[in-house]
């Protein structure tokens, strides 16, 4: 059974740091592309970054300079480091796995990232 579980997510203040992580089991995670995506409220779900098998990254324009997306293969384990945070930050972050960049079809359950003072 393919599981993809996120962790770290809270409230931080406005320019504040935050590091996600995302442990998938029942996949050979060095094999997938990986990514984050975010849904705030009311808005549709976006692209945060995305990390390719090979270790090709690609951030949105929001947070490019801001984030950082990583993997440990070893620890079958996704990471966002999220830095100088802004309340547009606030979101539902989902990570997502797949056979190619275009084809993420395992979703994780999400963790509420909130950016308020």
């Known amino acids: 059974q393919v599981q993809l579980v996120e962790s770290g997510g809270g409230l931080v203040q406005p320019g504040g740091s935050l590091g996600l992580s995302c442990v998938a089991s029942g996949i050979t995670f060095r094999l997938y592309a990986v990514g984050w995506y975010r849904q705030a409220p009311g808005k549709q779900r976006e692209l945060v970054a995305t990390?390719?098998?090979?270790?090709?990254?690609d951030y949105a324009d929001s947070v490019k300079g801001r984030f950082t997306i990583s993997r440990d293969n070893d620890k079958n384990t996704l990471y966002l480091q999220m830095s100088s945070l802004k309340p547009e930050d606030t979101a539902v972050y989902y990570c997502?796995?797949?056979?190619?960049?275009?084809?993420?079809?395992?979703w994780g359950q999400g963790t509420q990232v909130t950016v308020s003072s």
């Open positions: 990390l390719s098998s090979y270790g090709n990254s």
């Open positions: 997502a796995a797949g056979p190619t960049l275009r084809e993420f079809n395992r």
